[in-house]
């Protein structure tokens, strides 16, 4: 009589392992199933935080416009309708915007040289108010960020982006020390920290690069450094929005003030983060929807995988069934016993599937270059489904197994 669990377990090991081969092609359905789910689920979990990461540097919360480029030829026929983005937009969009809590402004220098006493560098220099660092979630590694008294004093001074800041002063702290920009020499006041973002555009806009960069006060860049021929007085202007407000619908306002401004010239584009960041959940959705469809028909077939070997055994076993019935097993203990064996492979397929799953996880991120994240979620979801699968799949050949008539399955060859 059957009146434990872990006998039955052991049998249903016993009994794979007397089919190593068999049990091979049953078990391979499932963990390629639960692999296929948990690489899927990892890399849209993945694919999640690293979009959260991306738009938190350019702020959910804010709308950017910025200056288009153009041809020299172009931009000058552009000049003689429009100006370009300058303060006095800036200016425009707070006081007659009132969901507009907070902006910054960003001007960007045309340099000759960067050097230190200890390099050189390449990176490119900007003037930004004092709001920038906030509204784009910006920290220091070291030092201090730019403040208004900076902007108000028109001082020397510059914050460092991380690999800037690498190149300009190799043998240790930048803080405290001199930098010269063309012919003006700027005191670095701050290192920025360097947050990874793995990636230099998001849904076609380009982000980050704020690690090869230089931040000198606004004021500072419009007095005493020069901009390239012909450019706006600002090159981007953010506008951080209330919470109240939907940034689709700022983003209306916010259009129309421009366009009445600039002469309805369009030498900005207006980007919108929020909607970004729902145009890339729109398809990361499609795409886990598409993986999904892969993913079940994988454990469909290792379903029915569990279902053809546990049919098999019925047959193979038809006389230990009449024995097990002749000697006072029921129905139950029978149907009980290769519910037990659905299940005991459907949990080590799941568990090598999990393993199978992480390492394609792995694969997948390496040559892809996709962000991957593991999820504990994952994991037990697909386990969770995998041993549904397999023992619903299972429950036939068992109900089957049971209703064997006990005299005819002793007398079975």
Request: a negative charge.
């Amino acid at each position: 009589m059957i009146t434990t669990f872990k006998p039955l377990i052991l049998d249903a090991l016993s009994e794979m392992a007397a089919h190593k081969l068999r049990t091979l092609l049953t078990l391979l359905g499932m963990i390629f199933g639960v692999g296929a789910v948990i690489a899927m689920l990892n890399i849209g979990e993945g694919a999640e935080r690293q979009a959260l990461k991306l738009i938190d540097s350019m702020g959910l919360r804010n709308l950017i416009v910025e200056s288009k480029q153009f041809a020299n030829d172009e931009l000058m026929e552009i000049r003689e309708e429009s100006l370009g983005l300058t303060l006095a937009d800036v200016e425009a969009a707070a006081a007659t915007l009132p969901f507009v809590e907070d902006y910054s402004a960003e001007r960007r220098i045309k340099t000759q040289s960067i050097y230190s006493d200890q390099g050189r560098s390449d990176a490119n220099v900007v003037g930004v108010s004092a709001s920038h660092f906030s509204l784009a979630n910006m920290k220091t590694a070291s030092g201090r960020l730019l403040s208004k008294d900076d902007n108000r004093d028109v001082a020397q001074v510059v914050v460092l982006g991380s690999s800037a800041a690498e190149d300009l002063f190799p043998q240790g702290e930048a803080v405290g020390k001199f930098v010269k920009v063309n012919h003006l020499w700027l005191e670095v006041v701050g290192v920025l920290f360097n947050p990874y973002l793995g990636k230099d555009e998001f849904q076609g806009v380009k982000i980050g690069g704020d690690s090869a960069r230089l931040f000198v006060p606004l004021s500072t860049s419009m007095k005493k450094l020069n901009a390239p021929a012909l450019a706006s007085e600002l090159d981007v202007i953010k506008l951080k929005i209330s919470e109240s407000v939907d940034p689709s619908v700022a983003a209306k306002a916010v259009a129309q003030l421009f366009k009445l401004r600039h002469g309805e010239t369009e030498d900005y584009q207006l980007i919108i983060p929020a909607a970004l960041l729902a145009q890339q959940k729109q398809t990361q959705q499609i795409f886990n929807i598409v993986m999904a469809c892969v993913a079940g028909i994988s454990l469909l077939v290792g379903g029915i995988g569990i279902m053809n070997i546990m049919l098999a055994n019925v047959l193979e076993r038809t006389k230990e069934i009449g024995l097990l019935r002749a000697v006072g097993a029921t129905q139950k203990d029978i149907k009980f016993q290769f519910i037990a064996e659905s299940f005991t492979i459907s949990v080590l397929g799941g568990l090598l599937g999990i393993v199978f799953g992480l390492a394609l996880s792995e694969i997948i991120g390496f040559y892809s270059g996709w962000a991957v994240s593991w999820s504990m979620v994952a994991i037990f979801l697909s386990l969770g489904i995998c041993i549904a699968v397999g023992v619903g799949f299972g429950v036939f050949p068992a109900i089957k197994a049971s209703q064997l008539n006990p005299i005819e399955a002793l007398h079975s060859d």
